[in-house]
């Protein structure tokens, strides 16, 4: 299966989007978060997994939030051979389109509830679940590593590839034997079929004869029931009639005992009677006292209170005395503070205009230190035009030279090497073609003792004339090795004549002057900036000169030095020799005038201390006279308290006295005492009553007759009810005996019991059947767990093969019954998968599902590889090798990646980005 586009319509926060893949080779598809990458891999999934009237929550879920539009999927994939385009929409205007293309150009479509019912058949056809879900990686699934033993693509792929069988035994066989197993059990080992069938018939046969047992039980448990309730009821109607015979009698004592109720019921009435005249009598003796007590407390109160105001009053009248004082004082600071104000104002405007003039000489300076900048501007400028290295170059000229180092490497590695050395007088003769020398170029004679290294590539020839002639030539590898070299050198050279230098040495130094003269250029145009932050210089100069009244001097800005110690003045110039470095020499600034303006701010500061101290002094008047005031208000206010409270005092005295005289009008003191006394005595007269009434009711019980007669009634309702309910289900007891009689139901146990004999004897010989296929089953599915440690070399060598391009000759895995990584080997090291790193476990994973993606790729039930957001825990060495192996396994299947950390994939070659925009 290859996908070449996908297309999503109001699909989670998707509008309208489509993305087109390539059908071979790594893509990185790379977008924001919530950008709708995961959304991609989800829609491809839905397509094939739900019709469009699904009402699954996984569709309500990818609905837009708030907007009434359907969720739309397009895809368009290769498929066995053949192409399709397969779009769906949910929820809204539901529909359901495939369209297929075969090889020979032939066009088939299908719509609705057919088109969906084909595309699941094909995919279901044509695409390995196990496989499926074993190469697509979800997000935050990159570290669970691979189970694809049940993956029958690999399977297959590693058998061609081992020539060893699957099961170790003839196919033939193996399916007669999955066919007679698959009879009885199902593939997790429960029963089916006839045997499934004959266990559910021995269940019913047996339910049907335990009901027809517990029937006959039921009956002779409603033959001892029915004795049982007539028992019962016999016992309760006779409890009942000696139950009434008692109620009669509490009867007879609540008549008897109501006439003294209803006395005690009248004593009680006018006990309360009294009682609450008692209370009202006590209430106005209460009252009379209270009124007494006020009228003694207000006097003492007013006499107090008259006291107290006058003596307020007095104070309040010298606060305001105070207070006229301390006004008179602060007018005559305030006169003082106006005089050094003018005083400070005249200072002031002395040494600003002073300070203008120094400005004015400062902006002349930097004016001319800008024209100093903008020279250096200038010439950095210069020299960066001149350089024609930059970064990428001077990388490609160490990656050629680099290239360079590594194909002699090899050429030294697969060539041999001769070393040859003149021992004796006769001469030594050399000569040939695809020659290295290590120390210069190859002597064509050896003299004396002297000797030479030889790489040959090609042919060399040693001899010693008239006597001996041996002649060296390499083997066939050599010269793809020495093609490797010239091509190696030829493009070294090439890239040094396009940048102009003579090495790699020399470029790194050219790119060196490069960033110091890019440097200074910034630091120039930085300073430029700072000196022309405020506006241009000139334009100050003239506001001053206006200001001042003076004339501007000429070329005032050409007569001033250039500044000293300005950051970045020059200072990284002095391998660039520029005729712009003496350009202001020979010019002065003008000498200043500190005297003015330092007896100008002298004489400003002297008249600040003066305003200072009239400030302070007018401070100190003006919290005197705030406090003075305060104080006034103050005592002001307390005299108002105290003539208010005084006269509060006086009406409060007179409304309890006025008080005290209309209730004596009423009724004097002395005829308040005596009231309350003869009511109390009228109170103890009744109660005393009371008390014999109460006792005679005790005595005669007159309070619980009541109440044991309720009980009595009570426990004759109930008896009544017990006696009716057992008449009841004596009744139906008697009616379900009469019934089971005419039912038969002896004749029923016997039949069942007879039926299940028959179908127990029946399961017994499937049972026996069944055990049998499961022995043989199982033991030659155990023969082919063993021959599956054969075919699991082909994984594992191509896993081992990926992974030493990353981490180097002594990596090694193993690999357990389902084909999973249990185990690494690295520099000797072996470690169990879950005891390695998190970066490791992930690119461990990563390079597994590359090694399944590679064995499957040739065959039909090839699938894209998926990673979601991969390579999270890596390193920078680890993401540059990783980059390199995602890039190769390009080479040979559809590798699709999604991030929104483009920088992880920056080292895949040749690979395909696609930007997704929110």
């Known amino acids: 299966m290859r996908l070449h586009a996908l297309t999503l319509r109001d699909f989670r926060g998707v509008k309208d989007r489509t993305v087109r893949l390539p059908a071979l080779g790594t893509t990185v598809v790379v977008g924001d978060n919530e950008v709708g990458k995961s959304s991609l891999v989800e829609a491809f999934a839905l397509i094939f997994d739900l019709p469009d009237d699904s009402k699954s929550t996984r569709i309500r879920d990818i609905q837009p939030v708030g907007q009434d539009v359907g969720p739309e999927v397009t895809a368009e994939l290769t498929l066995g051979g053949r192409e399709l385009t397969y779009t769906k929409r949910w929820l809204k205007n539901r529909a359901t389109e495939l369209t297929i293309v075969d090889?020979?150009?032939r066009r088939t479509s299908w719509t609705g509830r057919e088109a969906h019912n084909e595309a699941e058949r094909l995919f279901h056809e044509h695409v390995d679940r196990v496989l499926w879900q074993t190469l697509m990686v979800s997000q935050g699934q990159s570290l669970v590593l691979p189970t694809p033993a049940d993956a029958e693509p690999l399977i297959t792929a590693v058998t061609a590839e081992s020539g060893t069988p699957i099961d170790g035994a003839s196919m033939p066989l193996v399916s007669a034997v999955e066919h007679e197993y698959l009879r009885y059990w199902t593939p997790r080992g429960r029963p089916t079929g006839d045997f499934a069938r004959s266990e559910k018939a021995v269940a019913a046969a047996e339910l049907t004869a335990a009901q027809a047992l517990k029937a006959m039980e039921e009956v002779q448990q409603d033959i001892r029931r029915a004795e049982r309730l007539a028992l019962d009821l016999e016992d309760v109607t006779a409890r009942g009639t000696d139950h009434l015979r008692s109620v009669e009698e509490?009867?007879?004592?609540?008549?008897?005992?109501?006439?003294?109720?209803?006395?005690?019921?009248?004593?009680?009435?006018?006990a309360e009677t009294a009682r609450a005249r008692l209370e009202n009598h006590t209430r106005?003796?209460?009252?009379?006292?209270?009124?007494?007590?006020?009228?003694?407390?207000?006097?003492?109160?007013?006499?107090?209170?008259?006291?107290?105001?006058?003596?307020?009053?007095?104070?309040?009248?010298?606060a305001a005395e105070t207070v006229h004082a301390a006004e008179a004082a602060l007018a005559e600071v305030v006169e003082l503070k106006d005089a050094r104000r003018t005083d400070v104002q005249e200072a002031e405007r002395r040494v600003a205009e002073l300070m203008d003039r120094a400005e004015l000489d400062r902006l002349l300076g930097q004016q001319a230190?800008?024209?100093?900048?903008?020279?250096?501007?200038?010439?950095?400028?210069?020299?960066?035009?001149?350089?024609?290295?930059?970064?990428?170059?001077?990388?490609?000229?160490?990656?050629?030279?680099?290239?360079?180092?590594?194909?002699?490497?090899?050429?030294?590695?697969?060539?041999?090497?001769?070393?040859?050395?003149?021992?004796?007088?006769?001469?030594?003769?050399?000569?040939?073609?695809?020659l290295d020398v290590t120390a210069g170029a190859l002597p064509s004679e050896l003299g004396f003792d002297e000797s030479a290294e030889v790489l040959v590539s090609g042919e060399l020839v040693v001899g010693v004339p008239g006597q001996v002639e041996v002649t060296?030539?390499?083997?066939?590898?050599?010269?793809?090795?020495?093609?490797?070299?010239?091509?190696?050198?030829?493009?070294?050279?090439?890239?040094?004549?396009?940048?102009?230098?003579?090495?790699?040495?020399?470029?790194?130094?050219?790119?060196?002057?490069?960033?110091?003269?890019?440097?200074?250029?910034?630091?120039?145009?930085r300073t430029e900036r700072s000196l022309t932050a405020g506006g241009d210089p000139g334009e100050r100069i003239a506001v001053l000169t206006?200001?001042?009244?003076?004339?501007?001097?000429?070329?005032?800005?050409?007569?001033?030095?250039?500044?000293?110690?300005?950051?970045?003045?020059?200072?990284?110039?002095?391998?660039?020799?520029?005729?712009?470095?003496?350009?202001?020499?020979?010019?002065?600034?003008?000498?200043?005038?500190?005297?003015?303006?330092?007896?100008?701010q002298a004489f400003l500061e002297e008249a600040r201390a003066g305003l200072a101290e009239a400030e302070r002094l007018l401070g100190d008047a003006e919290f005197a006279a705030a406090q003075a005031r305060k104080a006034a208000d103050e005592d002001r206010s307390e005299a108002q308290n105290a003539r208010a409270r005084s006269e509060i005092a006086a009406e409060r005295l007179a409304a309890a006295a006025d008080a005290l005289e209309s209730a004596r009008?009423?009724?004097?003191?002395?005829?308040?005492?005596?009231a309350e006394t003869e009511a109390t005595a009228e109170v103890e007269a009744v109660l005393?009553?009371?008390?014999?009434?109460?006792?005679?009711?005790d005595a005669a019980g007159a309070d619980q007759v009541a109440g044991e007669l309720a009980d009595a009634l009570a426990v004759a309702e109930r008896l009544q009810g017990e006696r009716d309910t057992l008449r009841d289900a004596l009744r139906t007891t008697e009616g379900r005996l009469e019934q089971s009689g005419r039912d038969g139901l002896a004749t029923r146990r016997d039949v069942a019991e007879l039926e299940l004999a028959a179908v127990r004897a029946e399961h017994e010989s499937l049972r026996r059947r069944a055990e049998a296929a499961r022995r043989v089953y199982e033991t030659l599915s155990r023969h082919r767990a063993e021959a599956q440690t054969k075919y699991s070399e082909p994984l594992q060598s191509r896993i081992e093969s990926l992974g030493r391009s990353v981490y180097g000759p002594s990596f090694r895995v193993w690999l357990d019954d389902d084909l999973a990584v249990s185990e690494r080997e690295l520099d000797g090291t072996r470690l169990p998968v879950e005891a390695l790193s998190t970066g490791a476990q992930e690119q461990l994973a990563i390079i597994t599902r590359l090694a399944i993606s590679h064995l499957v790729s040739t065959g039909e039930g090839s699938v894209p590889v998926i990673f979601d957001d991969a390579l999270g825990w890596s390193d920078k060495a680890r993401l540059r090798d990783m980059g390199a192996l995602l890039g190769r396994a390009g080479d040979h299947g559809q590798i699709i990646i999604l991030t929104c950390m483009p920088d992880r994939y920056e080292y895949v070659p040749r690979a395909t980005f696609i930007k997704l925009d929110a």
């Open 103 to 105: 090889s020979d150009g």
């Open 284 to 318: 106005t003796r209460v009252e009379r006292e209270r009124l007494l007590d006020e009228v003694e407390r207000f006097t003492k109160a007013d006499s107090e209170l008259t006291e107290r105001r006058t003596d307020a009053e007095t104070v309040a009248r010298t």
């Open 250 to 270: 509490l009867r007879e004592r609540k008549k008897a005992t109501d006439e003294i109720l209803l006395r005690r019921d009248s004593v009680r009435a006018r």
């Open 546 to 600: 206006a200001r001042l009244g003076t004339d501007e001097p000429e070329e005032a800005a050409d007569k001033q030095a250039a500044v000293e110690g300005v950051p970045g003045q020059m200072s990284l110039f002095e391998e660039f020799a520029s005729p712009l470095d003496t350009l202001f020499e020979g010019f002065e600034p003008p000498a200043a005038e500190p005297g003015d303006l330092a007896g100008a």
């Open 472 to 525: 060296v030539r390499a083997g066939g590898e050599a010269a793809t090795l020495r093609s490797r070299v010239d091509e190696a050198v030829r493009r070294e050279k090439d890239l040094l004549k396009k940048a102009g230098v003579k090495d790699v040495a020399a470029a790194r130094e050219l790119l060196r002057k490069a960033d110091t003269a890019a440097a200074e250029l910034n630091e120039a145009r």
């Open 665 to 674: 009008g009423v009724l004097d003191d002395d005829a308040v005492a005596l």
């Open 369 to 434: 230190e800008l024209v100093d900048v903008r020279a250096r501007i200038a010439t950095a400028g210069t020299i960066l035009d001149r350089i024609k290295v930059d970064d990428a170059k001077v990388a490609a000229l160490e990656d050629a030279h680099a290239a360079v180092v590594e194909a002699r490497a090899a050429l030294a590695a697969g060539v041999p090497e001769v070393s040859v050395r003149r021992l004796g007088a006769e001469p030594v003769k050399l000569s040939g073609t695809g």
């Open 688 to 697: 005393e009553e009371l008390t014999a009434v109460q006792e005679q009711a």
